[in-house]
């Protein structure tokens, strides 16, 4: 029976043509010796299994039969190669041997050549003798010396040798050399079974080939995808699309029970939470063909993800990694894991239901703010709704504003009390609220008191403000909708200016460069605001930002000129405009008073003449000049 020997050994590169991953650093090398400038100390770094000792072989051999100097092509240079594993002669007398061994010339051939393996593992001592011969060696030596830990050699030996970074080596390249392989073998393997060998190896080919070997052991010459699954202990990619499947449909008991059944089948839950944000990363890539060539995937999962991505909306995609990566963050620190990831989970499938809300909702129309001259008014909020049974609320405006425009002077209170100078009240039925309200009589002389609303009234007018009847004069003759007040403002000014396509990647990398500029002023407040969420593209360059209260909003309405300008400089497209929306499950959840529209509602609780008084009025709530 013939001895079996592993594919790592059986199908190691013995030229530098065979060796995959490592194109850039071969051509370098035999350039090199092709143009004899052959460095006299190499180093060779990377992670393991990607060629360093390898190719120091190769080279030892190359170096040799490319310089035969007339000698006979068929002379045998092993006598000429030496190697040393560090890892167990690491002492100085190791070294001192080595030095004494450099001394002697080749008998055959022109170069002796001597590989330090995992040169990382030399003691202190066993370097600094080395430091001497390593700089001013015989010219007939060649130092080669491989590490995965380059930071653990000395600068004074890094100095004195030529360093070559060995790179992972890339999905697609591993790939395709165990697809020639199993050829060679006579084994039956497809595509998505080779990329789950490929990712299980981690960029090491000679973890993928072990892998290989020990799949071959299990399911024979007939390597199917489901084999590789069983036998390697992996997390299927059905698991995944049918999680994202649940979470789509808001299937909240579902997300639980699959959860529940991956646990029992022996996988880590923290393995779960990465395979499932590498998911949602693949997922999001889907969305662009550009980002899609990215995705290391077989065909067929690639095809699965191209359909499940057009289910998902981009800022679904985006909260659930945020989720996700909250969840990894907090994983090991946590005492209750299993129940970490469950919440995580089950605030994913509420960020679905959001969703759909969210596209079913209208936009309210809001009414447009009234300019004037000495005082700018903030566009109006909407109107609160109030729980208690509301009193008389007229139907329409225009009804109130023609109500207004036969009385020149605010109301007068019937029976005023001499206590508080409260503004007027207008006594109100709640059985009769079909009643018109009393007309009221206008004030005369100084029978206004003192402070009230009617005195500060006369007083703005007295100053050029606006009356009521110029009021409903100017609602009339306004042609702009806020909406199309916005865009006009954010617009102003740039005809003529470029206009630049991007894509998402790009306005996201612009809107963190910003945020990265307002950390650096420390505001770190208004730096978590722009850092929470991600900006979403729509049509028409219009970017979307969410926010979670008022407040936030606040700021980013301050400082919307100042961040447009910057993505727009950026981004070299002045067509871009900003869209602030508050996110409206955030601001239902939490008691937030700090907003004048809470406050209003609040205060309306207690004294429902408020709502009256600011329809009377047009008053705006968020007014602040």
Known sequence: MEDFVVSARKYRPQTFDTVVGQESITQTLLKSIENNHLAQAFLFCGPRGVGKTTCARILARVVNERN???????????????????????????????????????????????????VHMLSTSAFNAFLKTLEEPPPYAIFIMATTEKHKVLPTILSRCQIFDFNRIQINDIVNHLSKIAVEEGVEVGNDALHIIAEKADGALRDALSIFDQVVGFAGNKVSYEAVIENLNILDYDYYFQMTDLFLSYNRSGTIVLLNTIINKGFDAHNFVSGLANHFRNLLFCTSERTAAIMEVGENIKVKYAEQSKACNPRFILNALNILSDVDAQFKGSKNQRLLVEIALLNICELTRGVSEKKNDQPEQVAEPIQSEPVQKAPSSPEPVSTKPEPYIPPKVEK????????????????????????????????????????????????????????????????????????????????FSND?????????????????????????????????????????SYFATLSKHKPILKDDYKVEYLVDNHVQKQDLDHDKANL????????????????????????????????????????AKDNPVLIELKKRFDLDIDYDG
């Open 68 to 118: 035969q100097d007339g000698e006979h092509p068929d002379s045998d240079y092993a006598f000429n190669i030496f190697e040393l594993d560090a890892a167990s002669n690491n002492g100085v007398d190791e070294i001192r041997n080595l030095i004494d061994q450099v001394r002697i010339p080749p008998q055959v051939g022109k170069y002796k050549v001597y590989i330090i393996d995992e």
């Open 400 to 479: 109130e504003v023609a109500v207004e425009e036969s009385a020149p002077e605010p109301p007068k209170p019937e029976k005023p009390k001499s206590t508080t100078p409260a503004s007027p009240e207008v006594e109100v039925k709640p059985t009769q609220e079909t009643q018109a309200p009393p007309k009221p009589k206008p004030a005369a002389g100084n029978q206004a008191r003192k402070g009230g609303i009617g005195s500060k009234l006369s007083g703005l007018k007295s100053r050029g403000l606006p009356s009521l009847n110029d009021i409903g004069t100017q609602k009339k003759k306004s042609s």
């Open 484 to 524: 199309e007040a916005a865009v006009f403002d954010q617009n102003s000014f740039q005809e003529g200016k470029p206009v630049n396509d991007f894509n998402m990647a790009q306005l996201w990398a612009s809107w963190d460069r910003y945020a990265k500029g307002i950390k650096e002023q420390d505001k770190q």
């Open 564 to 603: 447009l300008e910057y993505i727009r400089e950026d981004l070299q497209n002045f067509k871009i405009i900003l869209d602030v929306i508050i996110d409206e499950e955030e601001t239902d959840d939490g008691d937030s008073l700090y907003e004048p529209q809470k406050k209003f509602e609040a205060m």
